[in-house]
């Protein structure tokens, strides 16, 4: 079986010196427009901590704390060599970690947001991740989710003929209707789940109060 968390830390860290200097679809230019619809979607949003789950090279990061600059901010990524690209980026003040998206090293009800951009179909355990971030986040926290996806025959073509052929650590493509299921069997309140684009989506949950 293909250690799918490994194939994705060495396909990140070939590809950090030059991922935010790359403009075509395969590498940010997807990943950067989630990541500007994202901190529009939270500029007018109050919160004090933020979890960027995948933050690779801190490109969301950056953009949220120019908008709201006295929250802390924490980012995950499993490339050491994106965490070292979101290092030069921050003057100390931002907490980057090395983790696995299935195991969130942070104590229950941590975090008022917590954010997944353009790496959801990455992840060897989804149901695992997902459940992950509803358990740091704090009653009536958010969860935003964005990433590409597609549904019917394109669905079935990207996860079973064109991913298998490559090297990256891509483990699946999940449409709207996916990504919406699983928030809400992790417990969410979905409150948005559209398109953006053709391909790019972004899925919004909220933890119940009463959690």
Not at 186 to 192: E, K, L, M
Request: net charge neutral.
């Amino acid at each position: 079986m293909k250690d799918f968390e490994k194939l994705s830390r060495e396909h990140f860290d070939r590809q950090a010196a030059i991922y935010d200097e790359r403009e075509t679809m395969y590498y940010s230019k997807l990943p950067k427009f989630s990541c500007h619809d994202t901190a529009a979607r939270l500029q007018n949003i109050r919160y004090r901590k933020l979890l960027d789950v995948g933050c690779g090279t801190g490109y969301l990061i950056e953009l949220l704390k120019k908008q709201n600059q006295y929250a802390a901010y924490y980012g995950l990524d499993i490339s050491p060599e994106m965490l070292k690209i979101a290092q030069q980026r921050f003057d100390g003040d931002v907490e980057l970690t090395e983790g696995s998206s299935s195991s969130l090293p942070y104590r229950n009800q941590s975090f008022d947001v917590v954010t997944c951009i353009q790496s959801f179909h990455h992840y060897p355990e989804p149901e695992k991740a997902m459940s992950e971030a509803f358990r740091v986040l704090l009653p009536g926290g958010i969860y935003l989710l964005s990433d590409t996806g597609c549904s019917g025959f394109f669905k079935w073509f990207d996860n079973h003929i064109f991913l298998p052929l490559l090297k990256s650590g891509d483990y699946a493509v999940y449409s709207v209707d996916d990504i919406r299921g699983m928030m809400q069997s992790a417990g969410f309140t979905v409150r948005t789940a559209e398109k953006l684009s053709r391909y790019v989506y972004t899925v919004i949950g909220v933890k119940p109060v009463n959690s």
